[in-house]
Structures are given as C-alpha cells and as structure tokens.
C-alpha cells in the first residue's frame, strides 16, 4: 500500500516537473506590444518556413538556427528614448521623427529624395516632406494584440493609397479600363528590387549576405483579387535552388502611371509567348537583367543562371537542382487568360 502511495506521488511530481519546464520553455505574453510584427519580427521565420513552401525546403535549417534573427524591437525605448539634462525620457516626438525609422528602415526613394528631390528616383510623397509616420499607424507600430504572422495578413497595416486620396482621384482612366482588376503599386510603381543569387551557404557560414541587385525588373502577379507587382528572390544553397515571388512596396511612387505598352504588347511578352525569354544573363561576371514588366505564369521555366560563391568568384553551378518555386506574401500567378489579355494591343484610355 505505501509503495503505491510513493508510486502515485512520484508520478505527479514527475508529471509536474515536465509541465513546469514547458511552462517555462513556452514565454509568456506580458502586454500586447509583444505581438507585434516590430517585437516578433514574425514575417522572416513565416515565410521562410517549409510549412509556407519557404527556403527551409531546401536547407533543412530551423529559422532559429539563423543568423537573420536579431531583427527586433525589444524596448520602447528603441524609439521613444531622449536625454534631457544627462536623464533618459519618454518622448512621443522621437518615436514620430524620420530618422528613428531609418534607423533600420532604409529606402532607396527616400534617400534620393533627401539627395535630390527633383530626381525621377525619389518617392513624389517624400519630394513633398511626407514621413513614414504620416501613412502609418501606431497600431501598426505598436501592435493591437493580434499576433499576426506577416505585414501581408489582412489588418496588419492600416495605410492605404485611399486613406488620402479621394475616390475621384483613384479613379483614374487605367483603374476605369482595368476595372479595379489591377492595384495602383502595377502602375505607379516606378521600380521594385529584386535579389538575385543569394547564396545561402555564406548567410549561414558567415552571416551576411552576397547576390546580385535587379533593377527595372519587374514581375506582375494576383494578390488580394487584383494583379500587382512583386520582387523576385532566388537562393542557392549547397547545389540546391529556388526561385521566390512575393508582393512588395518599395516607396518609390511615381505621380504618372505606366501607359498601355508599358506592360501590353510589350517585347518581353513577345519573347515569352515564342519561348526564348530569359531575363537574366551572366556574363564576364556580372549579371544583366532585361528592362521592363514580366508576367509570372504557373510552371514556367525561367531559364536563370544560378551560381556559386568562392572566394569571393561567381561561379556557374554544374548541373543545380531543379529549383522549387515559391509564392510567397499570399500572392499566385497570373492566369493564362490574364496572359493573353497583355499580349493585346491596347489603346490609350480616354481621360
């Protein structure tokens, strides 16, 4: 009877040691900043996990075996922090001024429109002076409680082209021809990087990153029921490769839109439909890339040159894996009907 009693009480510390190391292994939430995008960083592992189709379906590496984790704003401070008289203090000011975000938030737009406003390259919002803080929200900043998984997940960001321009001014003739089929970012974009080449082994062995920039390359997909634009990734890694699409915003808006034969009839569409598309090419080594808008279509072979990186050489892979395909940021392909409606001719809308 005692040794059962013993056996019993046994079993229960036992059965309360496990759950205090879980209790302990699994962090607590202490207030909703926490599950915020800017305290999680959640996006990175998200789409990186194999679970989304990420790259961890070619390197077998858990996220949190990475160098790419440290990307974190852990304290208010980070933000709202001044010194006055030699005394750190809270302030609402810093946390709204341009350079707290650039900080870690770099654009290429708002660097040229800093350098030279008059410049083709600078964002027409920072031309005027606008900051980052006059599209985006605390809520965003801060959180509301919700952990979402990525800035993609509906309610995650609050600006929005309409929360400033009036119904009129979006309607413009290309949204009327389109009819709300295609976002404002196809035409008024002016140029999305892409990164080209990541070789994965020197981001894991060494911890930064080495490939190819694209400039005026870019791709056209379906997001949220409208075609958009995405960036464009691909990685290597230990012979392996994979080609990643996904929906972005880069700040660089430009005030004109895009006219017909900008992306109809274009030819890059041409090339594409009699099969001797390639939009990359890597010669003396160094890459070129095509100029201009390329529809993503499912399963098409996109005829990259994926390399590897020695010493400081690019290098051709002998015979790389097939790469895996990934759309990432909630985004799909075009459709083939969507496909053959840009190979057409279109006349300029009426204004």
């Not at 809520?139 to 009129?168: F, Q, V, W």
């Not at 691909?234 to 034969?261: D, L």
Request: charged share 25%; glycine share 6%.
């Amino acid at each position: 009877m005692k040794k059962s009693i013993l056996a019993a009480v046994f079993s229960v510390l036992v059965a309360a040691f496990i759950f205090g190391i879980a209790q302990e292994k699994k962090p607590q939430v202490t207030n909703f900043y926490e599950t915020s995008l800017h305290y999680t960083n959640r996006g990175l592992e998200y789409w990186y996990s194999k679970e989304q189709g990420g790259l961890e379906r070619i390197t077998g590496i858990p996220f949190s075996q990475l160098p790419c984790t440290g990307c974190h704003v852990r304290s208010c401070d980070t933000c709202h922090k001044k010194e006055v008289d030699g005394k750190a203090m809270y302030s609402l000011d810093m946390a709204r001024a341009q350079e707290v975000c650039e900080k870690c938030h770099g654009m290429e737009a708002l660097r040229e429109a800093k350098k030279n406003p008059e410049s083709p390259a600078a964002d027409v919002h920072f031309k005027i002076g606008m900051r980052c803080m006059d599209c985006h929200t605390a809520r965003e900043i801060h959180g509301d409680g919700t952990p979402y998984n990525s800035i993609r997940d509906p309610g995650a960001l609050d600006a929005r082209c309409e929360n400033c321009h009036k119904p009129e001014e979006l309607k413009c003739p290309g949204q009327e021809a389109h009819q709300d089929k295609v976002d404002c970012n196809a035409c008024h974009v002016r140029d999305l990087p892409s990164c080209y080449n990541c070789h994965f082994d020197t981001r894991v062995k060494e911890g930064k990153s080495v490939s190819f920039p694209l400039k005026g390359l870019l791709f056209l997909v379906n997001h949220e029921g409208r075609a958009t634009l995405a960036s464009l990734h691909t990685f290597v890694y230990q012979n392996k490769t994979m080609i990643t699409f996904a929906p972005s915003f880069p700040h660089s808006i430009m005030k004109e839109g895009r006219g017909c034969s900008d992306c109809h009839a274009t030819s890059i569409i041409q090339d594409m439909k009699n099969g001797r598309f390639a939009p990359v090419c890597f010669e003396n080594g160094k890459i070129n890339n095509v100029q201009g808008i390329v529809p993503v279509l499912k399963d098409w072979d996109w005829n990259f040159v994926f390399l590897t990186y020695d010493n400081g050489t690019w290098i051709p892979l002998d015979n790389p894996a097939e790469p895996l395909v990934n759309f990432s940021g909630y985004c799909a392909p075009l459709t083939r009907e969507q496909f053959l409606k840009l190979g057409e001719h279109q006349s300029p809308p009426k204004k």
